[in-house]
């Protein structure tokens, strides 16, 4: 027969075959008593909360980076559409006078009525300094809070960067114009007439397409950059001439985030080519009583960029931004994160931004 064994208290009896009983004696297993195991769920207990406040903390030190990258990219991005915008003001492709570029009419203007606004380059570049609900009152396109109160308004009109027709030779593919877009027609290479007309206008483009006559062709944009609000939240917005050939379009906004846009004039009163101050001003026109737009020479533009969202770790208080000589800004006590930029921009074409 096999081994059998029997339990007795803390030990075992073991008998083999042979007969002989031997003694083996075992330790009594022990569980968990009610103290350990309450200690033993307060380190646990202790320990959790501890990887979930890292976890939180961590949680809101990557949001607090995220907004405060997004602002920063945000600021930078709208300063350098804003500059190569201001840059391009009066840009007509090689048209001297800047009073020559008009035709055409829009559905949907927005000058002050029976001028047509938008396809008049006299005042290529306009300003609106510390714009109101009454700024609708030459820019006819706005209603009453649209703009943000304070900000200001900045218009520009200007041709493309590059030419559809060089030389009248075609520099890009497809070889057609959009027929309800505008294009400035310059002829003999700017010294003859001009022509601004919607691409259906064209018939006879297979004329101006022939390679040496002097015919240039440019597609014609005009745009009015101001501080609207996308979604509550305070961005970059425009309102531009669109390629449908109806007028101006409603708001776009191009960067959101963007709480204050302030514009200081670089005025060059001796003729030397060189600002001789920075004034904030409207310019003249639109307003009247501002800044003759033919002494424009360059513009320094001021942007606070916010976050789009609160920051929890930062404290809710009110600070002050200075935005140029003459415009400090005053933030309501909350905690967004704001920064503040700026940048000069020498305006390439100040002969052809001429005053009233």
């Known amino acids: ?36 195991l309450m200690i033993a769920l307060l380190l646990g207990l202790l320990l959790s909360a501890g990887i979930i ?52 009419s ?74 309800t877009r505008y294009y400035l027609h310059n002829k003999n290479r700017g010294l003859g007439t001009v022509e601004l007309q919607q691409g259906s206008g064209y018939t006879d483009i297979g004329t101006i397409a022939t390679a040496g006559n002097g015919s240039d062709i440019w597609e014609y944009y005009a745009s009015i950059f101001y501080i609207g609000t996308d979604d509550g939240v305070p961005s970059l917005c425009k309102k531009e001439l669109v390629s449908t050939g109806t007028g101006i379009s409603g708001q776009l906004c191009l960067v959101r985030g963007i709480e204050n846009l302030q514009l200081e004039l670089g005025v060059d009163l001796d003729a030397d080519g060189y600002a001789d101050q920075f004034v904030s001003d409207n310019t003249d026109p639109p307003v009247g009583l501002g800044a003759n737009a033919d002494q424009i020479v360059s513009i320094r533009v001021h942007v606070l960029a916010r976050s789009i969202n609160e920051i929890h770790n930062f404290t809710a208080e009110s600070r002050s931004y200075r935005l140029g000589g003459g415009t400090t800004v005053t933030t309501p006590a909350d905690q967004f994160y704001r920064l503040a930029l700026s940048s000069t921009i020498v305006v390439r074409n100040p002969t052809s931004l001429v005053a009233e």
């Open 53 to 104: 406040s890292v976890f939180i903390e961590g949680k809101r030190s990557f949001v607090q980076d995220d907004e405060i990258s997004r602002v920063q990219e945000n600021g930078r991005y709208s300063l350098r559409l804003l500059s190569r915008e201001l840059g391009m003001a009066g840009f007509f492709g090689g048209v001297p006078d800047s009073s020559d570029v008009s035709g055409g």
């Open 1 to 36: 027969m096999g081994d059998y064994k029997y339990l007795c208290g803390g030990c075992v009896k073991v008998r083999d075959l042979a007969g002989k009983t031997m003694m083996r004696h075992y330790s009594r297993s022990k569980g968990f008593t009610l103290i350990e």
């Open 106 to 179: 829009v559905t949907t203007d927005c000058g002050l009525t029976g001028i047509d606004w938008l396809l008049e380059g006299e005042a290529p570049l306009e300003v609106v300094n510390s714009s109101d609900n009454a700024t609708d009152t030459y820019y006819s396109c706005f209603s009453d809070d649209d703009i943000e109160a304070g900000t200001d308004v900045v218009a520009i009109k200007r041709a493309s960067d590059q030419p559809l027709i060089l030389d009248g030779e075609w520099q890009v593919t497809p070889e057609s114009l959009v027929s």
